[in-house]
């Protein structure tokens, strides 16, 4: 007798997820964070925060205003390669000293947003290569933009940077050394940071809401509501009243905890940044950011025709102007030092003209006594 044929479990169609997981876990992830805001707003300390080590060594402010002569916000590129549970992540930090740090912070946001635009211009030359090996990509997935904690509203230069790096980029608000305020002024303070965003048309990152998925549609409603983070950014170990060791703050009236979420925003936002949304900001930044850069510029370009690059820099700008202001006193000097010599060649020809008036009545005069000297001598010749 035949043994019973073993009851079917589908074609197999349901292990595709676990295929995927398979290549995900041997290929690894490479994530690009940018951090834009002014020095001394704690951005390296809440890197360093976020993935638990030292991607960067903390900065040395005693320096800081020898760069006034240069007047240029600056683009750092951090590397590091970071693993969990066998799993690796290729992580790149964009820092940008130099931001919002002069008295004249005119296009200091160029460099930022010229970095963004060159990396989808990069990454697009290279799709557009015959053979296309293993791509080179430092798409920006995200920037935390850092405000700092004045208590009041965005400044004009928030408005300004965020608006261009918002169409650009997933961009997340962030309330910097949020222990600065007490917990009902920061609420005050995030209320009208919301109100300034949705007044000026701002467009932030708002993770999407699952509706087949209550508990993640929730906790993505809860991330939205908490925007803008505030965040506290600490890489010490303090012991808190009650006997604790936490990454915190140590003050005289206690300790304010890192991760404590009646303290800030931290886990939110490292929920939002790596536990729960990274390949949602990876997509997004695939399918929409990239998309819109490269569907702008073919409509406006030939195939595989270079981008004309334009000269933004705010230190070629205050180059142009000195050259210009330079250029155009030379110019004044010259039309002087040209209307000078006109003046003495109208004076010579006036003199000239004179001296030959005078040359010209003096030669009829002679020619008058001449021709007086020559009929006086006919006169005489006749008589005799």
């Not at 490479?30 to 925060?49: D, I, P, Q």
């Not at 557009?128 to 933009?145: F, S």
């Not at 608000?173 to 109100?195: H, Y």
């Not at 020809?349 to 006594?369: F, P, T, Y």
């Amino acid at each position: 007798m035949a043994n019973p044929a073993p009851v079917s479990d589908g074609i197999g169609i349901a292990n595709l997820p676990n295929q995927r997981h398979k290549i995900v876990a041997k290929q690894g992830a490479h994530f690009t964070l940018m951090v834009v805001g002014e020095s001394g707003l704690g951005k390296t300390t809440l890197v360093n925060t976020l993935f638990a080590t030292e991607l960067s060594p903390p900065k040395n402010y005693a320096r800081r205003h020898h760069k006034q002569l240069d007047k240029l916000t600056e683009v750092d590129i951090i590397k590091a390669e970071l693993e969990e549970k066998q799993f690796k992540v290729k992580l790149t930090v964009i820092d940008t000293p130099g931001f919002g740090d002069y008295v004249n912070n005119r296009d200091s946001w160029s460099p930022i947003v010229d970095f963004i635009d060159d990396q989808h211009e990069a990454y697009m030359r290279q799709e557009q290569q015959p053979q296309r090996g293993e791509k080179i990509d430092l798409r920006v997935h995200a920037c935390l933009y850092f405000i700092r904690p004045t208590g009041h509203t965005l400044k004009p230069l928030d408005i300004e940077i965020m608006k261009r790096l918002g169409t650009r980029v997933n961009l997340i608000p962030v309330v910097a050394k949020a222990d600065t305020l007490t917990q009902n002024d920061l609420a005050i303070f995030k209320r009208r940071i919301g109100e300034a965003i949705a007044a000026q048309g701002i467009r932030i990152y708002q993770p999407p809401v699952e509706p087949d998925d209550e508990s993640a549609a929730e906790h993505a409603r809860m991330l939205a509501d908490a925007t803008p983070f505030s965040i506290i950014g600490s890489t010490e170990d303090v012991k808190t009243p009650d006997g604790r060791i936490v990454k915190g703050r140590e003050y005289l009236w206690g300790v304010a905890e890192v991760e404590n979420e009646n303290h800030c925003d931290f886990r939110k936002l490292r929920s939002l940044l790596i536990r729960t949304h990274m390949l949602d900001l990876i997509s997004t930044t695939e399918e929409l950011h990239y998309e819109n850069y490269r569907q702008q510029q073919m409509e406006t370009r030939k195939f595989g025709e270079p981008k004309v690059k334009k000269v933004d820099n705010p230190k070629f700008k205050e180059e142009e102007e000195q050259l210009r202001r330079r250029f155009t006193e030379q110019v004044k000097a010259e039309e002087a030092r040209f209307r000078q010599w006109e003046q003495h060649l109208i004076a010579e020809r006036d003199r000239l003209n004179k001296d030959l008036e005078l040359a010209h009545s003096a030669i009829k005069q002679l020619e008058s006594e001449l021709d007086s000297l020559q009929t006086g001598y006919g006169r005489g010749s006749a008589r005799r």
